[in-house]
């Protein structure tokens, strides 16, 4: 995986706990203890390695990335500096405040 601050390989630890009961195909799941996902067996053989891989790719974060303390941003990653040339622009609801104090409108 790829960092997401400083763009480096990242190796994570991947940790997931699931909790299967398995069933047959119609079968009543309403005496199983909650927390546990339903697994129900019909005529087809239970593929094994599509529920790991599945269960896996639940598992990995969203945005991978290093510990804070351990990333090495690129270099002008800290704060972007304002520029010279840059137009101040003014406010363009400045109108509406001046509205609002004066009472006559």
């Known amino acids: ?3 997401q601050r400083c763009l480096e390989l990242v190796t994570l630890p991947i940790h997931s706990e699931c909790s299967y009961a398995v069933v047959k195909e119609g079968a009543n799941t309403q005496s199983l203890p909650k927390g546990y996902d339903v697994l129900e067996l019909g005529e ?3 593929d094994l390695q599509a529920l790991i891989e599945e269960e896996l ?3 990995l974060p969203i945005v991978p ?3 804070p303390e351990e990333c090495q941003q690129p270099a002008g990653a800290d704060e972007p500096e304002s520029s010279k040339d840059e137009v101040t622009r003014s406010n363009p609801f400045s109108v509406l405040a001046q509205l609002k104090r004066d009472p006559n409108v």
């Open 65 to 67: 990335a290093h510990h």
């Open 57 to 59: 790719l639940l598992a």
């Open 1 to 3: 995986m790829v960092c």
């Open 44 to 46: 087809d053989p239970l």
